[in-house]
C-alpha cells in the first residue's frame, strides 16, 4: 500500500472528506487534490511539511504513512496529545451534552501546552455566536477543560456552560447568595442572573485557551 492509499485509508476510517482534508491543512484545492489522486499520471508528491500536517491530522506516525513501520498510532513520548472534537457548535444551543456528540477526530496540540492539564479532560468546541465579540469572534474554537464530574473551583472566568438546555460560551461571576451573572462580552446582550432570571445553569467545563485555527495549534 503506497502513501495516498494509507492516507486515503485512514481518512475513510475517520470520516474525513477531501474538502475537509483542505481546509484542515490550510491548502490551495487543487494541489491536495493532486496529492491524494488515485492517478498516477497527475499525482504530485506530498512535501514533508505538509505530509507532516497530514499525519498529525490522522493521528498517526509519519513512518506509517511513508511505509516504514507497520504501527500507525503516533507515539506519545514525542510530546504530542490530541483533543477530540465535540460536535456541539457553542452558542447555536443543544439538548445538553450528549455521549454521541463526542467524535472520532482528533487535533493535535503540543503537551507543552497543556501546563499540567489532563488531556482527558480536554475537549474542543467550536463558537458560532457572537455574544462574546470581540474576546471570542464566531468559528474561533476554544478548549474546554471539562468539568466531568470532578469537583472544580470555580472562579471568575469564561465557562462552557448549558444554560436552559443550550450549549455557550460566557463569562461568569460569581455571587454567592444572590447567584451567578451570566455575562456576554458583547454589550449587545444583557447580564442575566441565575436567580432573577430564573435560570438553570449547569457548568460544564472551563476555558483553558481559544484559537483561530485549528492548523496551526500543533506547529507554534
Do not use: C
Not at 1 to 17: A, P, W, Y
Not at 130 to 145: A, F, L, Q
Request: glycine share 6%; no cysteine.
Amino acid at each position: 500500500m503506497d502513501i495516498v492509499m494509507r492516507i486515503r485509508t485512514e481518512m475513510n476510517i475517520l470520516g474525513i472528506k477531501q474538502k475537509d482534508m483542505v481546509k484542515r491543512l490550510g491548502e490551495n484545492q487543487s494541489a491536495v487534490a493532486k496529492w491524494l489522486s488515485e492517478n498516477d499520471d497527475i499525482r504530485n508528491d506530498i512535501p514533508i511539511s505538509v505530509l507532516s500536517k497530514i499525519a498529525y491530522i490522522l493521528n498517526v506516525d509519519v513512518a506509517y504513512l511513508i511505509g516504514s513501520q507497520d504501527e500507525k498510532r503516533i507515539d506519545p513520548s514525542n510530546g504530542v496529545t490530541f483533543i477530540p472534537v465535540v460536535n456541539i457548535a457553542a452558542g447555536a444551543g443543544a439538548e445538553g451534552l450528549l455521549p454521541e456528540y463526542i467524535t472520532e477526530e482528533r487535533v493535535p496540540i503540543w503537551t507543552k501546552f497543556l501546563n499540567g492539564i489532563n488531556p482527558k479532560n480536554l475537549s474542543i468546541f467550536q463558537v458560532v455566536g457572537d455574544s462574546m465579540e470581540p474576546t471570542i469572534r464566531p468559528e474561533d474554537w476554544v478548549i474546554v477543560d471539562m468539568v466531568n464530574s470532578r469537583s472544580v473551583e470555580m472562579v471568575d472566568s469564561i465557562y462552557l456552560i448549558s444554560k436552559d438546555g443550550s450549549i455557550q460560551i460566557k463569562r461568569l461571576h460569581f455571587r454567592g447568595s444572590k447567584g451567578v451573572d451570566i455575562i456576554s462580552d458583547n454589550k449587545e446582550y444583557p447580564t442575566e442572573n441565575t436567580i432573577l432570571n430564573n435560570i438553570e445553569l449547569h457548568i460544564l467545563g472551563k476555558l483553558y485557551k481559544h484559537v483561530r485555527s485549528l492548523g496551526s495549534l500543533a506547529e507554534k
